[in-house]
């Protein structure tokens, strides 16, 4: 068979989803839909119809998602330290395509961790339109000690404001 579906914002009508041409090919057992079209931070409810060989279609299907913030960053890594003269940690950030992109200048962090005590940070802002390297640099004593790893965020802001910022995507670690 065949599966169709619509994602909507939470409780509002059903919508109509349109059934007449090629859906997504699945079988009689479980499955996944990842990264369904439409979706978007909140609550969203998805609803899904299944046509089988003969035609017939089922009723929709109607699933609630509960609140979530999507990512609209991605941080690509080879997940290593420079350690030849300090510690250099490098990483791209890129949009993420199809994603709604964050208005104004992001902000990428590097922290500098000895186990598990941060040791220093340093904040870049940039508006980020496109893939960007960034790379920051940590003086230390002894950069060959394995302890030293670096954490990488992209924030919607950093301040002095005491409110948590949003990470806008998955934290990344090289060591």
């Known amino acids: 068979g065949q599966y169709y579906y619509a994602v909507v914002a939470d409780d509002v009508t059903e919508p109509e989803i349109v059934t007449g041409g090629a859906g997504t090919v699945c079988g009689t057992g479980e499955t996944t839909i990842t990264n369904p079209a439409g979706l978007s931070a909140g609550v969203m409810d998805i609803y899904i119809k299944v046509?089988?060989?003969?035609?017939?279609?089922?009723?929709?299907?109607?699933?609630?998602?509960?609140?979530?913030?999507?990512?609209q960053f991605t941080i690509v890594s080879a997940g290593?330290?420079?350690?030849?003269?300090?510690?250099?940690?490098s990483a791209d950030v890129e949009p993420i395509h199809g994603m709604d992109?964050?208005?104004?200048?992001?902000?990428?962090?590097?922290?500098?961790?000895?186990?598990?005590?941060?040791?220093?940070?340093?904040?870049?802002?940039?508006?980020?339109?496109?893939?960007?390297?960034?790379?920051?640099?940590?003086?230390?004593?002894?950069?060959q000690n394995t302890a030293y790893l670096v954490r990488v965020y992209v924030f919607d802001r950093f301040d002095s404001d005491t409110a948590v910022p949003i990470n806008l995507a998955e934290t990344a670690v090289l060591d």
């Open 101 to 143: 992109t964050h208005a104004g200048k992001e902000v990428v962090v590097f922290q500098l961790m000895k186990g598990s005590l941060p040791v220093s940070i340093i904040a870049v802002e940039k508006d980020i339109a496109s893939a960007e390297t960034f790379t920051a640099y940590f003086n230390a004593a002894d950069p």
């Open 80 to 89: 290593k330290l420079d350690r030849t003269a300090g510690i250099k940690a």
């Open 51 to 71: 046509k089988d060989a003969a035609g017939n279609v089922s009723g929709a299907l109607k699933i609630d998602i509960a609140a979530c913030t999507l990512k």
